[in-house]
């Protein structure tokens, strides 16, 4: 708690709501499926917080998701279907409050907060209380355009200590975990489509025993039911996963050459 109250301080961005609900009754378009067999798929959820700020002209909204576990931004999962909630959510409240207010909505930042109770090493408290903020930094993506990522938080001289980004003399670092508008609304695009992607290969019964591997890890590793889906390692197919760096993900998008791969 006392973590997420300093990143508050260090922005722009006011809490305007926790614990977000949208379901059928809201009608979102972007949660609403036609499948190919003539089926409905409609999608709910809860949004753990919401923040926002507004100009004359737009209103923009960061969304927090918080995790028990320690979940990072991945590019290569989101494209293949496996870590797909954040963006879901961002459509949701882009919709939403397009629908309550006059204003154009747009996404400013969307980011895990890990709840964690991290140790650092001995310290002055100014300086362990800089550490401590570092360690428990938020995964996620921010918005580089309508200079928002200063107002997500005013970095000082210690720089951005609760999102995933580096300042530099000209702008920011190429490792920086940025986005710009279009690149942001078209990755909320392409979780739209591989939603539906799922949805279609559900309902005609597309259970195929083919887990992925990723990083040399897979799901079968720790499941419960692996006895029961006889798979075998080594004879049944894998579906293996390549990595995908921040900087290919933001040509994937740019490109149009987002497929599953």
């Known amino acids: 708690v006392w973590a997420m109250e300093q990143y508050i301080r260090r922005g722009d961005f006011t809490p305007e709501e926790y614990e977000v609900a949208f379901s059928e009754e809201n009608r979102l378009e972007s949660m609403c499926f036609s499948l190919d067999e003539g089926e409905k ?6 949004v753990d917080r ?5 100009d004359e002209e737009n ?11 320690n979940v990072t931004f991945d590019f290569a999962k989101i494209i293949n279907g496996l870590q797909m909630q954040l963006i879901i959510y961002m459509n949701a409240m882009l919709e939403l409050y397009e629908k309550k207010g006059s204003k154009r909505v747009l996404p400013a930042g969307m980011f895990y907060f890990h709840m964690d109770d991290p140790m650092v090493e001995a ?24 200079d928002l990522i200063p107002k997500i938080e005013h970095p000082g001289e210690e720089g951005f200590l609760s999102i995933p980004v580096q300042a530099t003399k000209s702008g920011y ?6 986005l710009d508008t279009n690149q942001m609304l078209k990755l909320g695009a392409l979780v739209e489509n ?3 992607e799922l949805g279609n290969a559900l309902m005609k019964g597309d259970v195929a025993i083919r887990p992925y591997e990723y990083k040399g890890q897979m799901p079968c590793d720790y499941c419960s039911f692996r006895h029961i889906c006889a798979f075998e390692n080594g004879t049944d197919l ?4 390549k990595t995908m760096s921040l900087e290919e993900g933001k040509h994937a998008l740019d490109e149009g050459t ?3 791969h």
């Open 258 to 260: 987002t497929e599953s």
């Open 123 to 146: 310290a002055p408290q100014d300086e362990a209380e800089t550490q401590l903020l570092k360690t428990m930094k938020m995964s996620g993506v921010a918005n580089s355009d309508f």
């Open 50 to 54: 919401m923040d926002s700020m507004e």
């Open 59 to 69: 209103k923009y909204i960061k969304i927090i998701d918080y995790k028990s576990g």
């Open 41 to 46: 798929m409609v999608f709910s959820g809860v």
């Open 238 to 241: 894998v579906k293996r996963i």
């Open 194 to 196: 591989k939603m539906k």
């Open 173 to 178: 670092h190429k490792r920086s975990s940025i």
